[in-house]
């Protein structure tokens, strides 16, 4: 996101709302954390690896869920958007991580859909569950950027995975796999991908931290709290 590059030509973007998924395994001598490489020659960020994530859809304001969100995620989230806008968020983080990996955060369930966005994840017989999703970080892409979003940060422990084997997903990404979180460190990373992992990290030892929000005012940045 903030590593996109500058254009000074450009008119003011708003930032569209967009949500990434953190996805943690604690099923080892030590925590490691879903990452994905983006396809080279992608306009946004080719070759660099990310977490599975994109832009809120309309969609994701209707789409049934299994649960809702934990009484905490909700009451930070407040303070960002409006609580329709919220659980979609949230919603959006699950459905781009099914999109882009292959995995389920979901609970068995039914639902009809006229969605296209929503089809696949609930033809698996899911629904997605919000839950055990935890918001962790939210970031503003700065301006003069091609594009911008308002993103929202969750995490999820791989538990509440269907499976916890990735599959080939929408191509967006050429490889996935886990990494404990120095491996994570040493890849090629934005830096906002950076300073978010590094953020959930320190979260391990110290889970009551504030809910850190980085934004740009003046061609500076600024970290905030939620």
């Not at 091609?146 to 990735?166: G, I, K, N, Q, W």
Request: proline share 9%.
């Amino acid at each position: 996101m903030i590593d996109d590059l500058p254009d000074r030509a450009l008119p003011h973007i708003r930032p569209r709302d967009a949500a990434t998924l953190l996805v943690i395994r604690r099923d080892g001598p030590r925590p490691r954390v879903l990452m994905g490489r983006r396809v080279g020659g992608h306009a946004f960020m080719p070759d660099k690896w990310v977490f599975p994530g994109g832009r809120i859809h309309p969609a994701d304001f209707r789409v049934k869920a299994a649960s809702d969100l934990a009484p905490g995620v909700a009451d930070a989230l407040s303070r960002t958007c409006a609580m329709p806008r919220a659980r979609a968020l949230a919603a959006t983080a699950i459905r781009e991580t099914f999109e882009e990996t292959g995995l389920i955060v979901g609970q068995k369930g039914r639902a009809a859909t006229r969605s296209p966005e929503w089809r696949d994840f609930l033809a698996t017989g899911h629904l997605p569950d919000l839950a055990p999703l935890r918001f962790v970080a939210r970031a503003i892409t700065p301006p003069a950027r091609t594009r911008r979003f308002d993103a929202r940060f969750f995490t999820v422990d791989a538990e509440h995975l269907a499976s916890v084997d990735p599959g080939a997903g929408s191509g967006e990404l050429d490889e996935i796999a886990w990494f404990d979180w120095d491996a994570a460190a040493a890849l090629d990373l934005p830096s906002i991908t950076r300073a978010i992992l590094a953020e959930v990290a320190a979260r391990d030892e110290e889970p009551d931290r504030p809910i850190p929000y980085h934004r740009f005012d003046n061609g500076k940045h600024r970290l905030l709290s939620v």
